[in-house]
């Protein structure tokens, strides 16, 4: 059985607060550790509380940080760069059509930040809307996110979905694909039965704790 990948995209939600509370109910109902490896992934502030969340709770997640700066060290004010992320994070999302739709994203800069985050010794995870997004050189990991599906509750159909990772594993040598769009604890077990797709990408069902921790358990 494969172990899939889970990766919980928060995006621009929860303080403090709610993330010592999200962490206590998870914590409550989530059970021994599964087979799922899971990726957590906070705003940068929040980083080293889920840090401290993750280990107090012995959940064995990693964190991963949804941005990052395309530019090295220096003086780029606002900027998180990879090396600073280094001490927080194993993975960095990147090109994800939020991104690239509110902040003018350009390939040319998604693909600078995967060189910044690979020279850190990071793992990208490289964002897709269809089989035409461009890809950068040597990428690991690929999330196939149909715009559509993206917080509408109207998710890609798993048939859909396996053949276009199945078309980023073939044609594109990619080791990993993932799928994510409106994936949530009742659905996440007919994306995860394709066997193009390695795991997925909840943002929405990442908020609750319950909701999340059954999605976990179902994966
Ligand atoms: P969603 O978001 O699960 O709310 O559709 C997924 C994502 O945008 O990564």
């Given at each position: 059985m494969k172990a899939p990948l889970i990766i919980g995209n928060w995006k621009s939600h929860k303080s403090v607060s709610e993330v010592k509370k999200w962490f206590a109910e998870l914590a409550s109902v989530i059970g021994s550790p599964n087979h799922a490896e899971v990726v957590l992934c906070p705003s940068y502030q929040l980083l080293s509380l889920c840090e401290q969340e993750v280990s107090r709770h012995q959940l064995h997640w990693k964190l991963g940080a949804q941005n990052v700066s395309p530019f090295p060290e220096g003086k780029h004010t606002g900027e998180v760069n990879a090396t600073q992320l280094k001490d927080f994070v194993q993975y960095v999302l990147i090109g994800h059509s939020e991104r690239r739709n509110e902040f003018h994203e350009t390939a040319e800069m998604l693909f600078e930040k995967v060189k910044r985050v690979q020279e850190a010794g990071l793992t990208p995870i490289f964002f897709v809307q269809g089989e035409d997004t461009p890809l950068p050189p040597s990428i690991g990991i690929v999330a196939y996110e149909p715009v559509f599906a993206i917080g509408t509750g109207n998710p890609d159909t798993p048939e859909d979905a396996e053949k276009v990772a199945h078309y980023f594993k073939t044609v594109k040598k990619v080791p990993k694909v993932l799928y994510g769009g409106s994936v949530d604890e009742k659905n996440v077990n007919l994306f995860m039965s394709?066997?193009?797709?390695d795991g997925i990408v909840p943002g929405t069902a990442s908020l609750d704790p319950v909701g999340f921790a059954h999605l976990v358990q179902n994966a």
């Open positions: 394709c066997s193009s797709i």
